[in-house]
């Protein structure tokens, strides 16, 4: 099966960043550094970021889920867009403005999805009026995560802080993190002995707690 | 398995190795630590240890979400994000996310979920309609009043520096792509042979002449100005370099290594050839470092590279005023900074700009 898709605009626009479009912390450090003294590039670096962040963020969503029409992800995209430009003079914390986009954008695609379907819950209106920018005060920090959506970033961020590791952790820490296999299993399956597993395993315990993608994602976790 | 007791006694006596290795532990050895730890809050370290517990407990929940997700029944969680982050130039960009896309698509070719990927085809279809209908850029332009399609503001080297700080030589024409003519053969093989070597040959030949082109270009010190690999690179390194990067200074390496990005960003160049800048990121590049400047402490100079880094920006912005003093302080400095910096200056002096105004 082949998937065809032709992103060739969004990734345009996105390139005009010098920045990745995960990259948190350097979202963050760009917009602290805009609030404390904003001229017109500084204001447009946000505003590049959090447009392509929201329309990647809604073609994700569009590929995950069924029903939507074309016509809908330029107005959704909008919307959202509006609500972090509105929301964001009331934002706090300044250091976590890249989580705060990716919380409004869930709340909206929640409130997207329930107007579509014509129900509107009493949870979901009471989403609907705090969801431009109190809520990320309010909601707690696990439930920031939308599992549907950074799901796959969560994955990429181990295969990459795999990736990282010295050529000779690749195998144990795959074993380990990833198909969960106990240190018999991992000694028996890579003849080594079970105190050089544990080393071994040791020291990936030790990069992964520096690895910046883990440790970004950390953030949403404590 | 050994016994409790027994592994109680060895926690006990390695206790900072099992806290660094909790989240790789077995479940009875993580009991055994946390209940070690619960029965010696007496311990003058009781806080710290409790704090490290909680941090890798917090990194368990996270990598046992990350590794859950590498069930195949969780492919289409995972798909949207590999598939859209592997077709963005902005990307992680690692060969991890090809190789579990490829890994998802193998997988799904294998029969799982056939139907689900005829919704995704059609999922993705909607995609492209949407795509092909408006562009990003157009939209973008449209909600934020920003201008983006306007030909960027760059910064061409020869051209600008040259109509402002002195007569240099013109703009040399690039030598145009011309097609060799096929040379008469009668050998098929050798003919073939001959399809294969000529455009490898005219592809050498026009890079050849466009990397001639391109030196002579420019002035010897418009080539000392490019940016090179190097000169966006040391901030990352010295955050990544234990010992490199003293406690209070890692904000200021923080606003570095961003600056850094700008610079590197503000390169336009295709295979290195005639490269030029985009004059906004440079700016605002220049405009960040002179804020991380003012927020070093007092009578603490600015690393060399990072004087380096400011001077050329500000040669590449034509801001010959700014450029003066930070090469002149990085010249004072020992290292490669300080060499590279008299260099320049020598440059300079032989371009008859160490004068300026």
Redesign the interface.
């Known amino acids: 099966m082949s998937y065809h898709l032709d992103l060739h605009s969004l990734d345009e626009l996105a390139l005009g960043l010098p920045f990745g479009l995960d990259a948190c912390a350097d979202v963050n450090t760009a917009y602290s550094a805009h609030l404390r003294s904003p001229t017109t590039e500084s204001a447009k670096l946000v505003d590049l970021w959090t447009y392509c962040f929201i329309r990647r963020y809604y073609l994700m969503k569009f590929i995950r889920e069924n029903g939507f029409q074309s016509c809908e992800l330029e107005s959704v995209v909008e919307q959202t867009y509006r609500k972090v430009e509105r929301g964001r003079k009331r934002l706090k914390q300044h250091n976590r403005y890249a989580q705060w986009v990716s919380v409004v954008c869930k709340n909206n695609f929640i409130n997207f999805v329930t107007r579509r379907s014509h129900v509107i819950t009493l949870d979901a209106t009471a989403m609907i009026s705090d969801s431009d920018g109190d809520l990320f005060e309010l909601m707690p920090e696990s439930e920031w995560v939308d599992p549907s959506v950074d799901a796959g970033m969560l994955y990429v961020a181990l295969a990459r802080a795999i990736e990282d590791l010295p050529q000779f952790l690749h195998h144990v820490a795959r074993m380990r993190f990833v198909e969960q296999l106990s240190y018999e299993e991992i000694g028996r399956l890579t003849g080594h002995s079970l105190a050089t597993v544990r080393a071994y395993i040791h020291k990936v315990c030790t990069r992964f707690r520096r690895d910046p993608g883990l440790r970004e994602f950390k953030s949403w976790y404590e | 398995m050994r016994s409790k007791h027994k592994i109680y006694d060895h926690v006990g006596r390695n206790l900072d190795?099992f806290l660094?290795?909790?989240?790789?532990l077995?479940e009875y050895e993580k009991d055994v630590v946390q209940q070690y730890v619960q029965d010696n809050s007496d311990h003058a370290s009781y806080d710290q240890w409790v704090k490290r517990l909680i941090?890798a407990k917090?990194?368990e929940?996270?990598?046992n979400?990350?590794?859950a997700?590498?069930d195949s029944s969780?492919d289409?969680?995972?798909?949207?994000?590999?598939?859209?982050?592997s077709?963005?130039?902005?990307?992680?960009g690692?060969?991890?996310?090809d190789?579990?896309l490829h890994k998802i698509?193998r997988r799904?070719?294998r029969g799982a979920g056939a139907e689900e990927?005829e919704?995704?085809?059609k999922?993705?279809a909607?995609?492209?309609?949407?795509?092909?209908?408006?562009?990003?850029?157009e939209?973008?332009e449209s909600?934020?009043g920003?201008v983006?399609r306007e030909d960027p503001p760059e910064y061409k080297l020869v051209t600008s520096l040259g109509d402002r700080l002195r007569s240099g030589p013109g703009h040399r024409q690039v030598v145009p792509r011309d097609r060799a003519p096929q040379p008469p053969v009668s050998k098929r093989v050798r003919r073939v042979v001959g399809k294969i070597v000529q455009p490898i040959f005219v592809a050498v030949v026009v890079v050849s002449v466009l990397q001639v082109a391109s030196y002579l270009n420019d002035s010897p010190i418009d080539r000392r100005a490019h940016l090179k690999d190097a000169d966006v690179a040391w901030a990352e390194r010295g955050l990544a370099t234990r010992g490199f990067v003293r406690g209070s200074e890692i904000e200021i390496y923080?606003?570095y290594?961003?600056i850094s990005?700008?610079a590197?960003?503000a390169r336009k160049s295709v295979f290195g050839l005639f490269p030029s800048y985009h004059a906004?990121?440079l700016?605002?590049a220049k405009?960040?470092m002179d804020?991380a400047n003012q927020r070093l402490e007092k009578n603490t100079s600015p690393p060399g590279a990072a004087l380096i880094l400011y001077a050329k920006i500000s040669f590449l912005l034509g801001d010959i005023d700014s450029m003066i003093p930070a090469l002149k302080k990085a010249a004072t400095m020992d290292g490669p900074s300080g060499t590279e910096a008299r260099k320049i200056m020598i440059d300079l002096d032989e371009a008859n700009l160490m004068q300026y105004p």
């Not at chain 2, 660094?20 to 790789?24: I, L």
């Not at chain 2, 289409?76 to 982050?85: D, G, W």
């Not at chain 2, 690692?94 to 996310?97: F, P, Q, V």
Request: aromatic letters at 10%; glycine letters at 4%; proline letters at 2%.
């Open positions: 190795w660094d290795a909790y989240v790789g077995d941090d917090v990194m929940r996270l990598l979400d990350a590794g997700l590498a969780r289409i969680e995972t798909f949207p994000y590999t598939f859209l982050a077709r963005l130039k902005n990307g992680p690692t060969e991890s996310l190789a579990e698509k799904r070719e990927d919704e995704i085809s999922r993705l909607i995609v492209n309609q949407v795509e092909a209908k408006k562009s990003a850029l939209h973008f909600l934020s920003h983006v923080e606003d290594v961003l990005k700008y590197s960003g906004d990121m700016h605002q405009f960040l804020m």
